[in-house]
């Protein structure tokens, strides 16, 4: 398979503006009521999708509304609430853990600087950002599968890794990232899907490296 073009400065300066344009008030799928509640439904959406982690966090976050709770609960008990969520015994202890470390070192109190959200358990560097990115609109990119798969069908990066392809797509666009982030997780999601991607129309179509791909 030929490696894919790089997209030109000015080719990357264009899809920065449609994006732009075709999602300016772009905000993230998940519900939540408060920087706790977010923190544990980026936590959740690790490998699972923003609708199952709605239909699950009401019942968690009435069983346990704080750090506090959480660092009390139960493993099995939180297990419980999150059964039907993707790799959810990992996630039940570190859900714990993280609540505890807040508790212990925070004060109940969850920080809200990437290199102290990273200490958390479960909280990996596009947790952090993807947090900073909802609640603080902090100029941040994170790269989930969605944002790795538009960023490399358009030629902004040919980088292996997500947290390459944030580097590099930090280096291109600079400003507006928390913009940017949520607008290609919604192009990724929505539009430039993994399986048959609903290329006819679409307002990237020029500036797609990927587009002989998908041809039948």
Avoid: W
């Avoid at 790089?6 to 999602?23: D, G, Q, R, S």
């Avoid at 099995?76 to 714990?96: M, P, Q």
Wanted: charge should be positive.
């Amino acid at each position: 398979m030929a490696k894919i073009k790089k997209a030109t400065k000015k080719e990357a300066e264009a899809i920065k503006a449609l994006f732009l344009e075709h999602y300016p008030n772009s905000v993230t799928e998940l519900h939540y009521r408060n920087l706790y509640e977010l923190l544990v439904c980026v936590m959740l959406s690790a490998q699972c999708t923003d609708k199952r982690v709605n239909m699950i966090t009401p019942a968690f976050f009435e069983a346990y509304p704080d750090p506090a709770s959480l660092a009390n609960a139960d493993l099995e008990e939180v297990k419980s609430h999150i059964n039907t969520c993707s790799f959810f015994n990992n996630k039940a202890n570190n859900l714990i853990k993280m609540a505890q470390r807040i508790v212990e070192n925070y004060n109940g109190e969850i920080p809200l600087e990437q290199k102290e959200l990273v200490k958390l358990a479960g909280v990996g560097q596009k947790t952090a950002n993807v947090v900073m990115i909802e609640y603080t609109g902090a100029n941040l990119m994170a790269v989930d599968t969605h944002v790795f798969r538009v960023a490399h069908r358009l030629g902004l990066s040919q980088a292996k890794t997500a947290l390459k392809t944030e580097e590099d797509l930090n280096k291109i666009f600079k400003t507006d990232l928390h913009r940017l982030h949520q607008a290609m997780v919604l192009f990724g999601r929505y539009r430039c899907k993994a399986l048959k991607p609903e290329c006819e129309g679409c307002f990237l179509e020029a500036y797609c490296k990927s587009k002989a791909t998908f041809k039948v």
